[in-house]
């Protein structure tokens, strides 16, 4: 009877702990349950926008979008036990290690189980999308979602300007997660595919749907669509950018010039209209998927062919730098176009330094001494010699003052990443950097545009532009306008400019010099069609070129030329156009007969874009 008695109570016992966990299943906590089951039924999930495009001033298409496939991963639809298995499959399959694949998997389990992260590092092929969807028992919590891929029309052409995306990062994701981003964005990497990131982004959308016990999409309940990016249109010219690409291309490819760099920009306003730099990469490289072989090959090119040398890398400026000496001389009241130097030897030694003059020249004055480009004439501007005993150099300082003004020595603040600001020196520089005291042939070295001094392209032609526009220093910009889905304009930021503090009779006298160079001197252009001005420039560099005809060795070097073309043969600031030709190391060069190969490729350039068949 006991026995019975008990097991009767203890019947009594689970049947009332049943009940009251039913109660508080279905009573007390019912409602979260309900909620719990409501979210495993009907799931919201991001619709991805589409990127914006990239058009040149005259809405030439330059970046668009193509369909692809990508593999994503939703946790919440993964059973952890299944996870490994998942990730090793996928990394077989994608080509990335099943590490990588399980922990962005868990990464996402913790940050947001409801939403995808991505897998697949580079657009899938459309027969494994296919082959993946067909099978999706093998593959749980896969989605194989459309995708847009970053088409680059003329990729060799812009991948310096325009850059390219590649995946987000985790660490990126959690930085930019409060600013809507997920774990199956690309980002803007360089170019400006980044620093206009903001404005080519779209904005994602939402789907809701309901699943059934399985997981299976059963309908779609509400759709918020995807708004795409704006539209950025550069102040690029496409027709220009390709006739410097190809004056350049034939340099390197058949001169052998091992780099070349080419810049244009309206001087009245800081638009860039071209910019080249070779050797580059297609940038379709990247949107596809790059290789670690493909970019281990480019990463070991000591061309430095990911950099766009226009703006990332400095040179020695030679004899373009003699228009800020002169401009510095000028302004200071050292030298006036009148000031005579009696060149009367191709050489001079100072403490034991000899300093070079391609020939002697003569009698010089500011004008003719510009035009074909007398060493000795500005060293005797900038430090004083034997050859003019009555002027005084203007010094170091006062050159680098002038300079400096010019924006030399400092990032131009152009819309593009990794701007390098070169070098502008002075005692102080010298002192603070070398531990060392400057002396007479540093100087004579700076009135040239050797020794120290290191600009980039688009810096000297920058000042250039200053010069030719009468006096007004731009921010160099690729921005022209930004567009939305709608075709209305968006709010871009506004270009600075700064009046520089400079006569414009000193001005005036410069662009008669840089005009002279071309008609008399140092840049003669037979049969030209177009008055343009400019200045040349011959920087020599550390590696060796063989010996000269008396078996000295000689030093390699680069060559310049940067040129502007007034709206008319006189010397107002009219120029609408600027450019500037560097050719790294052309003493390697096959063309014979070229004192500087700019030059020519200039003339031609210019003639074409220009001239009455353009």
Not at 19 to 47: C, F, K, M, W
Request: charged share 20%; glycine share 8%; hydrophobic share 40%.
């Amino acid at each position: 009877m006991r026995r019975f008695i008990a097991f009767g109570v203890a019947i009594l016992v689970i049947f009332s702990t049943l009940t009251a966990r039913l109660y508080d299943l279905e009573i007390v906590r019912g409602d979260y349950y309900h909620e719990l089951s409501e979210q495993n039924r009907i799931v919201r999930l991001p619709v991805t926008a589409e990127r914006g495009g990239i058009v040149d001033r005259t809405g030439y298409v330059l970046v668009r979008n193509i369909p692809g496939f990508a593999v994503n991963v939703i946790p919440v639809d993964l059973p952890r036990t299944r996870e490994e298995e998942l990730s090793q499959r996928l990394g077989a399959l994608l080509d990335v290690s099943s590490e990588s694949v399980a922990d962005a998997i868990r990464a996402q389990r913790i940050r947001n189980p409801y939403e995808p992260v991505r897998i697949s590092k580079t657009p899938v092929p459309r027969e494994l999308a296919l082959a993946m969807t067909e099978r999706a028992e093998l593959f749980p919590g896969v989605r194989v979602d459309p995708e847009s891929i970053r088409f680059y029309v003329d990729g060799t052409l812009y991948a310096p300007v325009i850059g390219y995306t590649g995946p987000i990062t985790e660490q990126e994701l959690v930085a930019l997660k409060d600013s809507g981003y997920l774990g199956t964005d690309d980002l803007g990497r360089t170019g400006i595919e980044d620093v206009y990131e903001r404005y080519l982004r779209g904005t994602y959308g939402w789907r809701e749907i309901e699943r059934d016990a399985a997981q299976r999409e059963i309908k779609t309940l509400a759709l918020q669509r995807p708004t795409v990016g704006d539209t950025v249109a550069l102040t690029i010219d496409d027709r220009l950018q390709k006739l410097l690409d190809a004056e350049l291309r034939k340099g390197v490819d058949e001169d052998k010039f091992t780099q070349a760099v080419g810049v244009a920009m309206n001087p009245q306003n800081g638009e860039i209209l071209a910019m080249v730099s070779i050797p580059g990469y297609d940038n379709n490289m990247f949107a596809r998927g790059i290789t670690t072989a493909e970019l281990d090959a480019l990463n070991a090119d000591d061309r430095h062919p990911l950099v766009n040398k226009a703006i990332g890398e400095r040179y020695p400026a030679g004899s373009t730098f003699k228009m800020v000496t002169g401009l510095s001389a000028l302004s200071e009241g050292t030298a006036t176009r009148d000031t005579v130097v009696n060149v009367s030897a191709s050489s001079f030694s100072v403490s034991g330094t000899t300093f070079y003059d391609w020939r002697a020249h003569g009698s010089l004055n500011f004008v003719t001494g510009f035009a074909h480009s007398s060493d000795i004439y500005f060293y005797t501007l900038a430090g004083g010699t034997q050859f003019a005993p009555n002027v005084r150099g203007v010094g170091p300082d006062a050159i680098a003052k002038y300079a400096r003004m010019l924006g030399f020595g400092s990032p131009s603040g152009i819309d593009l990443p990794n701007e390098n600001g070169g070098i502008m020196p002075d005692p102080q520089w010298k002192l603070a950097t070398l531990d060392e005291p400057w002396t007479i042939g540093n100087t004579y070295q700076e009135a040239i545009g050797q020794g120290f001094v290191a600009v980039t392209p688009l810096q000297l032609l920058n000042a250039y532009a200053a010069v030719a526009n009468g006096g007004t220093l731009w921010q160099p910009h690729l921005l022209k306008q930004v567009t939305d889905a709608a075709g209305k304009d968006v709010p871009i930021p506004a270009w600075k400019s700064q009046k520089l503090d400079m006569t414009q009779e000193n001005l005036r006298l410069l662009r008669e010099s840089a005009r002279r160079v071309v008609t008399i001197g140092h840049a003669y252009m037979p049969n030209l069609k177009l008055p343009i001005a400019g200045k040349t420039g011959t920087a020599e560099f550390g590696a060796s070129a063989g010996k000269d005809s008396a078996g000295r060795n000689k030093l390699g070097f680069h060559n310049w030329f940067v040129s502007f073309v007034p709206q008319a043969d006189n010397t107002d600031p009219t120029a609408q156009i600027a450019m500037v030709i560097f050719t790294y190391d052309s003493s390697k060069s096959l063309c014979e007969l070229c004192l500087n190969p700019a030059v020519g490729m200039t003339q031609r350039i210019l003639e074409k874009y220009l001239g009455p068949n353009k």
